[in-house]
């Protein structure tokens, strides 16, 4: 679904990917990447919102994560305990990762070396290489991590962790937790503002105790310094640019909650449909589209949809 940032309203939807779970918008603002339970991530172009490209994951994908210079993509897969690995316009061939446990959230570093990727069933944060393919550090959080964002100069990684509810800063230098804060309900994804000194936090509980709130973490002294009032069970979370707008998926409501950051409010509340999961924000202003509605083609479903094998509050035991 597209929704137009100026004026909060939806612009198209786009049917035929199943059991979405995350969508990344490229850095140039012209691709937009999805993945499907059908284990296969779909790229479209995000003028006409028609598919362009797609290309086989490995089971239950989570999130897709692009190379700030968008020469690579990067899928995790839950299910099977790898990331997928694309070259720019190649989805077609995947070079598989093995991390082992269930990889879950994921973000590059600032200069693209890397990609840090939250392994919710192993409980660590784990580091991939990105010019050799291998994981390079596995780093134990003490909880199962949901989602990561890195700090501006690419030292840093913040991590939900879902039980016990809380967010934890790693030294990726030295490779340990340096530092850890709570937060009121069971945490999903997370997003850094673009000055890199807070550190936003969707609570989203559980659907019997859902949450109804973001978390603003000082990013130095890892502390709580207000929280923003959002629908039920924050989700998906992105800042964009300029740091004064930010927008959430309301799991539990179906909605997408609008923040004014500076004000520390929300401003408006989109109506999505039931449970919206990951968002992306782009740069360009969204074209007319063909029709309210678009349809994509992908290949035939080769395994569940994601959301039978990714635990939907984010709360799993056991390692591998």
């Keep these: 679904m ?16 199943s059991g979405p779970h995350n969508v990344q918008v490229s850095p140039g603002g012209d691709r937009v990447y999805a993945v499907s339970g059908a284990a296969v991530v779909a790229e479209l172009d995000a003028a006409t919102y028609r598919l362009k490209a797609s290309g086989p994951t490995g ?39 093995r991390v082992g446990g269930g990889p879950h959230g994921a973000r590059p570093t600032p200069d693209g070396n890397a990609v840090v990727v939250a392994n919710m069933k192993a409980e660590t944060v784990d580091v991939i290489d990105t010019r050799a393919h291998v994981k390079s550090a596995a780093v134990p959080v003490g909880g199962p991590p949901v989602q990561v964002a890195i700090s501006c100069n ?63 973490i000082d990013t130095e002294s890892m502390t709580v310094t207000g929280r923003i009032a959002t629908g039920s069970g924050p989700h998906g979370l992105v800042v964009e640019p300029t740091g004064r707008r930010a927008w959430v998926t ?4 179906g909605t997408v909650s609008v923040l ?61």
């Design 2 to 17: 597209a929704i137009n940032a100026a004026t909060n309203g939806v612009v198209t939807t786009v049917g035929g990917i």
């Design 59 to 97: 089971r239950a994908p989570a999130h897709v994560v692009v190379t700030p210079d968008g020469a690579k993509a990067y899928v995790t897969n839950y299910g099977d305990g790898t990331v997928s690995a694309y070259q720019q316009g190649d989805l077609a061939s995947a070079k598989m990762i």
């Design 154 to 216: 690419g030292r840093y990684a913040y991590a939900t962790i879902s039980r016990p509810a809380g967010v934890v800063k790693i030294d990726l230098q030295a490779a340990k937790v340096v530092a850890r804060t709570a937060v009121p309900a069971a945490p999903a994804q997370t997003y850094l503002m673009p000055d890199g000194r807070t550190l936003l936090s969707a609570d989203q509980g559980t659907e019997e105790k859902p949450g109804s709130s973001i978390s603003l």
């Design 250 to 253: 309301n799991v539990y409501d």
């Design 260 to 320: 004014d950051l500076p004000a520390r409010k929300a401003i408006a509340t989109v109506e999505v449909g039931d449970e919206p999961n990951g968002i992306s924000f782009a740069t360009r202003p969204p074209t007319a589209p063909a029709a309210a509605r678009m349809q994509v083609t992908l290949p035939p479903a080769t395994s569940r949809p994601a959301h039978a094998d990714i635990p939907h509050d984010h709360d799993t035991t056991g390692t591998e």
